[in-house]
């Protein structure tokens, strides 16, 4: 069984045009989120969820919006694509107790995308 | 938010063991210490992850350093499976999230 499954795992597209990529965990955790790793493979958070509400929004454009409709699901769509939003993304999920994590992230396989 | 610093790139031979360091010299009292480490086209894996104590699992040990500003990742046989990059990752309390450093890219030399 998948622990944390995205969807599509690779997504090419032309820019100025809009996509989503989704995200799904079966483990139970409460807090999800949304990583991007660059091409020189540093990976860096974008969002995340603890049950279902945001807390960590880093200063990523406007176009990129997370929706979390439950606490196994956290999408990410994305307006108006552009050349440098090209990277592979990464959704991610952890069990928070009392706002430290104390276990590890369980990693989705990734998403890459590819603005043309 | 602190920060960590790796080497780039190590090298070890098969079956020798490994030490991957990393820096953290403005850790806070309450930063979480984990490694990840990364396949090709794999998503990260976590590793192993400790506050104080030095720790040990299946997969390596984590001994980490009395002032805590360093921490070292340790493979006691390494295998080719192995060959991946590793990260060194930092969770504060409240912050909600994982820091990452650049990682050092482990290659194993049959």
Request: aromatic fraction near 8%; include cysteine; glycine fraction near 8%.
């Amino acid at each position: 069984d998948t622990a944390v499954s995205q969807t599509p795992k690779y997504l090419v597209t032309q820019m100025g045009n809009d996509k989503s990529i989704k995200c799904e965990q079966n483990l139970g955790h409460d807090t999800m989120y949304w990583y991007k790793q660059d091409s020189k493979k540093f990976l860096k958070i974008m969002f995340s969820y603890n049950n279902k509400e945001l807390i960590i929004n880093e200063t990523v454009p406007n176009r990129f919006s997370p929706k979390s409709p439950d606490k196994a699901h956290l999408n990410l769509h994305i307006n108006s694509l552009e050349l440098g939003d090209s990277a592979v993304y990464f959704c991610a999920s952890s069990h928070l107790g009392g706002g430290i994590l104390a276990n590890g992230y369980t990693f989705g396989s990734g998403t890459r995308l590819t603005v043309v | 938010d602190a920060k960590t610093t790796q080497p780039n790139s190590m090298e070890s031979n098969e079956e020798e063991p490994v030490h991957l360091p990393c820096n953290h010299s403005t850790i806070s009292g309450t930063d979480y210490i984990h490694w990840y480490r990364q396949l090709p086209s794999q998503g990260p894996e976590y590793v192993i992850h400790g506050l104080t104590s030095n720790v040990n699992n299946r997969m390596a040990s984590l001994a980490i350093a009395e002032d805590r500003k360093s921490s070292t990742l340790i493979l006691h046989r390494a295998t080719l499976r192995d060959a991946a990059v590793y990260y060194c990752a930092l969770a504060g309390a409240g912050s909600y999230q994982l820091t990452f450093g650049k990682g050092t890219k482990l290659s194993v030399i049959p």
